[in-house]
């Protein structure tokens, strides 16, 4: 069973800084690209930031400069650090993950973090 477990969401200070985790299990996570979307109440989900299992990184206009997308292969796990917080930041972040050479995609999904930026 697939599972995406994200951590570290929580209240935080317009200029302030968040580290997000997501821990997987059931997947060979090597060889899996790994992402994060967030979705902010009523508007869609939208893609945040990516990193292949190749360890190539790429990031919405949004949030360049300012986030850093990072996988720790040996513990499963990948990580969105994100500084300099604004207010439109505020969102459910959500982990996602599908393997780099199925023949058919595959995405799979955390069950979401709350960040909320607010002074």
Known sequence: ????????????????????????????????????????????????????SGGTTNFADSVKGRFTISRDNA??????????????????YYCNGYSAYAARRIDYWGQGSQVTVSS
């Open 1 to 52: 069973q697939v599972q995406l477990v994200e951590s570290g969401g929580g209240l935080v200070q317009p200029g302030g800084s968040l580290r997000l985790s997501c821990a997987a299990s059931g997947i060979s996570f090597s060889i899996y690209n790994m992402g994060w979307y967030r979705q902010a109440p009523g508007k869609q989900r939208e893609f945040i930031a990516t990193i292949t």
């Open 75 to 92: 513990k499963n796990t990948v990580f969105l650090q994100m500084n300099s917080l604004k207010p439109e930041d505020t969102a459910v």
